[in-house]
């Protein structure tokens, strides 16, 4: 099944790279061009996901998401020229599901969008999640102990840092959602790390090198 896109943004050159490349990984794109347009094309054809600039005309990117958020749980994407700390918390309170800085690599944008559709879309293939005793947590084959910080699989202890166990565990607890690298920072790492948010990427592709059995089709962190 072909998965449906919708790209916002008021820079044609922009939508056009975004759908050109889209299309090339096999995806359906609606477009649009401004806040109001957004909304209306949003709510009839409710997409499996949106790229969303902040500054469209009529109605901006935080307004649209707003509004969206009323009645939908669609993956949203934002997308903008701003850096400021502020808009980025901004978007992610209001609900978006991740937040790309322009210019951004073509490439990058393709692979969160996949992440996102992949932890959507494909909840039947999530595995259940057993607490017992408040201190051992069980998922399929995986196993974390909370007081001693240790992992096993099919028994075998898994060597994992410390934020490695602490990222595990918090994606363990809430399965089927997706995080933004700033949620996980803030939530893995704390409020006190100011570091590059791409020691998420990092610490997850490590993760999964070291519990997956087929780190391309993880189970364990989607």
Not at 36 to 55: G, N, T, Y
Not at 159 to 165: A, H, Q, S, V
Not at 187 to 207: A, H, S
């Amino acid at each position: 099944m072909q998965r449906n896109i919708l790209v916002v943004d008021d820079e044609k050159p922009i939508v056009d790279i975004l759908v050109f490349n889209l299309q090339k990984e096999g995806y359906e794109t609606i477009t649009a061009y401004d806040g109001e347009e957004a909304v209306q094309k949003a709510l009839s054809f409710h997409p499996d996901l949106i790229l969303l600039d902040v500054m469209l005309p009529k109605m901006d990117g935080f307004e649209v998401l707003k509004k969206l958020r009323e009645t939908m749980s669609t993956p949203i994407l934002m997308l903008t020229a701003k850096e400021e700390e502020v808009d980025k918390v901004l978007g992610l309170e209001l609900g978006a599901d991740d937040y790309i800085t322009k210019p951004f690599k073509v490439r990058e944008l393709m692979a969160r969008v996949k992440a996102n559709l992949r932890r959507i879309h494909a909840p039947q293939q999530e595995i259940p999640v057993v607490v017992k005793d408040d201190q051992l947590i069980e998922k399929g084959n995986l196993s974390l102990h909370l007081e001693r910080y240790e992992v096993k699989k099919n028994g075998t202890v898994i060597d994992l840092t410390f934020r490695e166990f602490e990222l595990l565990k918090y994606l363990v607890l809430q399965p089927c959602k997706v995080f933004s690298r700033e949620i996980l920072l803030e939530k893995v790492w704390g409020y006190e790390y100011y570091g590059d948010v791409r020691t998420v990427d990092v610490t997850v592709r490590r993760l999964r090198e070291k519990i997956e059995d087929d780190d391309a089709n993880p189970l364990y962190v989607l």
